[in-house]
């Protein structure tokens, strides 16, 4: 029927020149060869999208699973009369929870050693379930912070750093607080009872330290009622953009994990571009073998061309024979490199260690993360297909502009 993309003579002659080359080996070679490039690149590119995804959804869940999402803070730093806005917070978007906590840079110094910190002072009772510090610590160990004993919770690999267990004391020393003594300024200093360890497998491990939120108060001499801000937990870290239009009520403001973590987030996110830039012109060089190919075979099937043009064939149906045979490559190369990626991304971690290329481990020692998302799959496959399409065109309409009384003259 007309209104078919390939007509029935149209799909089976294009299958049989695809399944025979005649003499022309070297274009079966080149078919063959496009074949195979197109399924190679997909399926490295599937593995590497996949490996990549699940590095991005690693750093998702350990940094911005203990790093505050966003918070509702003012110009200054300080919150006075925070309660008042609680109301309002719980009701922004994709705020799944809010608490209040103060948070500022400082050191902590031990017997071993001393170290840079980001110091959070929380309340253990207003802390969220999902929070993964909370999983992670559990929580009789989160509400061993309690106020007034000035106890502190740090990173595995920080406590490690300063050679310090549960049990020790650490000095804790933040300039926000500090006052003016005939000998100088003196930062706000205090020691603290280290009563937990946390290890959630991240860069974070040896940044930040807990302490509860009023010995965080009285160590930065803040005014009974106030405090950094509100920290809010969102049911999607990304989801910060509708949060930052919202309109706040003066003075309040909002700040999200972009402005200390961002540069990280784009720098994987850079990574993982060019890395699939890289894949997809293998698949384009593939795609350019197709083309070869279909040019060498128009020109040894010219004669048949010509045979079937005299017989009445019309010309888009001699355009349609040559895009069924080229496009046969990139959907056989397709088919192989998507059921080939995705078997290889399933057992990828066992693979490496049968073949001995542990090249990463996690904290859990599962080894390489994998994300397959199903939609970058559909998306990679059709790409490699419209690749293999558009190379088909020009010798297709090489073929179908072939003059029968040309090419049969030396027959």
């Not at 993964?132 to 559990?138: D, E, N, P």
């Not at 497998?201 to 040896?206: E, F, L, Y």
Request: charged letters at 15%; proline letters at 5%; aromatic letters at 8%.
């Amino acid at each position: 029927m007309k209104s078919l993309i390939f007509q029935p003579i149209s799909l089976a002659i294009g299958l049989r020149y695809a399944g025979a080359r005649g003499d022309n080996r070297f274009a079966s070679f080149i078919s063959i060869f496009s074949t195979f490039g197109i399924a190679i690149g997909v399926l490295a590119l599937i593995v590497v999208s996949s490996v990549m995804n699940g590095f991005e959804a690693q750093l998702k869940d350990r940094i911005l699973g203990v790093v505050p999402h966003g918070v509702i803070t003012t110009e200054s730093g300080q919150l006075s009369d925070w309660q008042h806005y609680q109301s309002l917070i719980v009701t922004l978007p994709h705020v799944q929870a809010a608490a209040p906590f103060i948070t500022t840079e400082g050191m902590v110094q031990s017997p071993g050693g001393l170290a840079p910190i980001s110091l959070q002072g929380i309340d253990p009772q207003n802390y969220p379930k999902q929070d993964l510090l909370r999983k992670t610590l559990g929580s009789a160990a989160l509400d061993r912070l309690q106020a007034g004993q000035f106890n502190i919770i740090l990173g595995g690999e920080l406590a490690q750093k300063l050679g310090v267990m549960p049990g020790d004391k650490v000095r804790v020393l933040v300039s926000e607080g500090s006052h003016f003594t005939p000998m100088g300024r003196i930062p706000s200093q205090r020691l603290f009872h280290v009563v937990a360890l946390f290890d959630v497998g991240s860069p974070v491990d040896d940044q930040i330290a807990l302490i509860h939120l009023d010995d965080a108060r009285r160590l930065l001499r803040y005014p009974a009622d106030s405090i950094t801000g509100w920290r809010v937990w969102l049911n999607d870290a990304f989801q910060t953009e509708d949060i930052a239009k919202t309109s706040l009520p003066s003075p309040l403001v909002f700040q999200d994990w972009r402005k200390d973590r961002g540069e990280l987030f784009r720098a994987v996110a850079m990574e993982k571009h060019i890395m699939s830039l890289m894949l997809v012109l293998i698949i384009l060089v593939a795609a350019f073998n197709i083309l070869s190919s279909l040019v060498m075979v128009v020109l040894d099937k010219q004669g048949e061309v010509a045979i079937l043009r005299t017989m009445g064939m019309q010309s888009p149906t001699v355009m349609k024979i040559f895009i069924v045979q080229g496009i046969w490559s990139g959907v056989l190369g397709g088919i192989l490199g998507t059921v080939g990626g995705v078997i290889l991304t399933h057992y990828l971690n066992s693979v490496l260690r049968v073949i001995g290329l542990n090249v990463y481990m996690d904290a859990g020692g599962s080894g390489l993360p994998v994300d397959m998302q199903l939609s970058q799959i559909l998306l990679i496959a059709c790409g490699a297909l419209l690749m293999s399409f558009m190379a088909t065109l020009y010798p297709a309409y090489r073929a179908a502009h072939i003059r029968p009384a040309e090419a049969l003259r030396y027959e």
